[in-house]
């Protein structure tokens, strides 16, 4: 390799030719099929069009051509041909004017970009323009090969085909015809979401795929996208701060998801993809979702513009955000106010009151905190463990609780509950004055009450008590240097641990909420759990422990309880915040109300 050139006369840098700039800068904006379907909805919505058309035709393994066309201000003649050229653009003209805009595009790029990179036939005529006659321009790897008058509707149509002919390497990363075809649909469905006032159409080799009526209420879209049985399931969202309003709707818990597909967030009208806004959005859900579910969320949030910047990638999925601590709280706060004081009760025959949750395998062997005991569906969560604190010195210890505070006592998000008996130790069956019949897990909902508690509590530390009789836990080296980490995060929950040699632990006191411990062995399990469970988790160390102890103070499935003292059970449940899902995300209750039983029966 010649690192100095032989003839330093002659200079090695070049401008590169104005064709080549554009291949490469449409390898950013036009990274796919969709890309460009993203890129001409976009422009139409800007020229304010009433109504957008895609029409896509595909053959045999490639999506062939893409059609765009709307009814918005079209162009005249001049603006037609200046349309293709780079950074030519109608819609800024500083830098200041980037801090206001409200346009969905502005860097003058996609339609060069586009042209450059496959052949584009545009058809435009300005709105209400009369006499004048509309244009026609094909342009083809960035060469125009004609340019003509033409008589035209008012507004644009631009069609591409051969998209990246001249670019094989791009051409041959793209993927199947229908992953190209679900991110069309994906990035519609976001736009369709943030325009509800703008009528979307989307036709596959000629028939229907997709429509949206214009319309006010953004209701009407989401059945329109997704049926309208989701709809049933969402429960609004709507709050503001001066710089900030949150719009839109968030799914009750028992329509959660595997992955965060529909989570369907628009910044000032601009379908966005925002990790950070995403992740306060199931902040916002707390215990009510296990950690690896997500909820369904359709969100528009109007953002003072200049604590938004738009200009961060040229396909303008990504936004940064000012103050975005503050943003995302109040999703966070917001998702939160709409849930509570909501009926949370799945339904039975919900489907995702069926699905059964799937926790990923332990990291290390568990001896008793079992994940998947053989009597219950595959995957689902259940603790099994032996402790002999009796079920009514477990009660007491939630009845008397007397550092919580009672603030959220005055009403219930629970109807007035009537315990009918219990099912094998593990089901209240219960009924409600409106003649519902409730299934509650016991042991879920004892959890509950338990979890609730100890989070309730005011002080920083939680009242611990000591032990009569101190216990000597020894464990492997490497349990021992995780207890160690987790030393000061367990004495803040009321564990008073201390090193005792090699790898033994001196265990001098517990958190009261565990009642009067007689058996070790519960001490032992518990500190088994929290060295155990993966320590890549979500929640906080403190939240971690908080949950375990929830779940090994509560009363076990499998101890069959009196009436009596199920009915108590259910009467705390009914003061707590959340009294629908367990820490973990699992329901407490599955609701059967008469007509769905006397369905069941054929009664009706
Ligand atoms: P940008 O949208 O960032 O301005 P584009 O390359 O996408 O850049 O478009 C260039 C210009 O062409 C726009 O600023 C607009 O004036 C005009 N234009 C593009 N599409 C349309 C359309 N569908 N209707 C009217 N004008 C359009
Ligand atoms: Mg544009």
Redesign the pocket.
Same mark, same amino acid.
């Given at each position: 390799m010649t690192i100095i050139p032989e003839n330093t006369e002659k200079p090695r840098i070049r401008i590169l030719d104005p064709a080549t700039v554009n291949q490469i800068a449409a390898g950013e904006v036009v990274e796919r099929p969709a890309s460009v379907v993203k890129?001409?909805v976009?422009?139409?919505i800007?020229?304010g069009?009433g109504s957008v058309t895609v029409s896509l035709t595909a053959t045999k393994d490639t999506i062939g051509s893409i059609r765009?066309t709307?009814d918005?201000? /079209?162009?005249s003649p001049a603006?037609?041909e200046?349309?293709?050229v780079p950074h030519?653009?109608?819609?800024?003209r500083t830098l200041e004017d980037l801090n206001r805009v409200l !346009?969905? /595009?502005?860097? /003058?790029?996609?339609?060069? !970009?586009?042209a450059a990179v496959s052949r584009v036939t545009l058809v435009?005529k300005p709105r209400g323009s009369g006499a004048v006659p509309g244009t026609r321009i094909v342009i083809e790897g960035g060469n125009v090969l004609e340019t003509a008058g033409t008589g035209a509707p008012d /507004? !644009?149509s631009?069609l591409v085909e051969n998209l990246f002919f001249n670019t094989p390497a791009r051409k041959k990363f793209q993927k199947s015809k229908n992953t190209e075809l679900a991110h069309i649909h994906d990035i519609l469905e976001g736009i369709c979401l943030s325009h509800p006032a703008v009528a979307f159409h989307l036709t596959y080799n000629g028939t229907e795929q997709l429509v949206t009526d214009r319309t006010t209420r953004p209701l009407d879209t989401i059945a329109r996208l997704f049926g309208s049985e989701v709809i049933r399931d969402l429960v609004p969202v709507d709050a503001s701060l001066p710089f900030l309003s949150i719009t839109g709707f968030v799914s009750r818990p028992s329509l959660a998801r595997k992955d965060r597909a529909r989570m369907i967030v628009s910044v000032n009208q601009r379908f966005i993809s925002s990790p950070a806004i995403n992740d306060a959005i199931k902040a916002g859900y707390g215990t009510l979702l296990p950690k690896d579910r997500f909820p369904v969320a359709f969100l528009n949030l109007a953002i003072d513009t200049m604590l938004v910047d738009v200009n961060v990638h040229p396909a303008k999925k990504q936004i940064r955000l000012s103050r975005e601590k503050e943003i995302t709280e109040m999703v966070r706060a917001s998702v939160q106010d709409a849930l509570l004081a909501r009926d949370l009760i799945p339904a039975a025959g919900h489907p995702a009151a069926m699905v059964p949750l799937v926790h990923e395998p332990p990291a290390a062997p568990v001896q008793s905190y079992d994940l998947s005991p053989p009597a219950a569906p595959a995957g689902v969560f259940e603790c099994t463990h032996a402790g002999t604190a009796s079920t009514d010195q477990r009660l007491r210890q939630t009845e008397l609780a007397v550092d919580t505070e009672p603030t959220y006592l005055v009403s219930s998000l629970l109807p007035e509950i009537e315990v009918i008996g219990e099912f094998s130790g593990i089901y209240i069956l219960a009924r409600t004055p409106d003649n519902e019949l409730l299934l509650i897990d016991q042991h879920a909902a004892h959890e509950r009450i338990l979890y609730e508690q100890v989070t309730g509590q005011t002080k920083e530390s939680r009242p611990s008590q000591e032990l009569i009789n101190p216990v000597v836990l020894h464990r492997t080296p490497k349990e021992a240097a995780i207890l160690n980490d987790l030393l000061p995060a367990l004495a803040l929950e009321g564990f008073v641990l201390e090193g005792f040699g090699g790898d033994a632990f001196l265990v001098r006191a517990v958190p009261v909420v565990l009642g009067r411990v007689e058996e070790t062995t519960i001490i032992d399990e518990i500190i088994s759990d929290l060295v155990s469970e993966e320590a890549a988790q979500a929640v906080s160390n403190r939240e971690r422990i908080t949950r375990i102890v929830a779940c090994r103070g509560a009363v076990k499935a499998g101890t069959v309880c009196t009436r009596e003292q199920c009915q108590r059970i259910v009467d705390q449940l009914r003061r707590m915040k959340n009294p629908f899902t367990c820490p973990h995300g699992r329901p407490t209750m599955i609701r059967f109300t008469r007509k769905e039983l006397d369905t069941m029966f054929r009664r009706i």
């Open positions: 890129e001409l976009e422009n139409a800007d020229a069009a765009v709307d918005g201000c /079209g162009m603006d037609a200046l349309a293709f030519a653009t109608s819609k800024i !346009t969905l /595009g502005f860097r /003058g790029e996609a339609l060069a !970009t586009i435009t /507004g !644009t631009i």
